[in-house]
């Protein structure tokens, strides 16, 4: 199994910034492709970012593309999204997801990611 624990997040002024870390452990950790998702109150679980297991190539949502980077250091078993010129709608509980499969490299299916952390609350002032 996968355990997953998200940090970094807090409460920040709109136009500021936050790093958010995903730091895995277990027999399959590290390596994996890995999914960033949000969730609002009364919202459904959103696609955010991903990384293919080696790092080579991600994926980013439309509403956060150019503002968001992630990435990951694989040695570290640590995973991380650059969140920039944060807005308010940028407020949610943000997790991190792996899955084990592959294939496809990326994805934004939430329900084709097998380990979940238990999110950070990103709270972004106006």
């Known amino acids: 199994q996968v355990q997953l624990v998200e940090s970094g997040g807090g409460l920040v002024q709109a136009g500021g910034s936050l790093r958010l870390s995903c730091a895995a452990s277990g027999r399959t950790s590290g390596g994996l492709t890995l999914g960033w998702f949000r969730q609002a109150p009364g919202k459904e679980r959103e696609f955010v970012a991903g990384?293919?297991?080696?790092?080579?190539?991600?994926d980013y949502s439309d509403s956060v593309k150019g503002r968001f980077t992630t990435s990951r250091d694989n040695a570290k078993n640590t995973a991380y999204l650059q969140m920039n010129s944060l807005k308010p709608e940028d407020t949610a509980v943000y997790y991190c997801?792996?899955?084990?499969?592959?294939?496809?490299?990326?994805?934004?299916?939430?329900?084709?990611?097998?380990?979940w952390g238990q999110g950070t609350q990103v709270t972004v002032s106006s």
């Open positions: 990384i293919t297991r080696s790092g080579d190539s991600t």
């Open positions: 997801a792996q899955r084990r499969a592959p294939f496809p490299p990326l994805t934004s299916l939430a329900a084709l990611y097998d380990y």
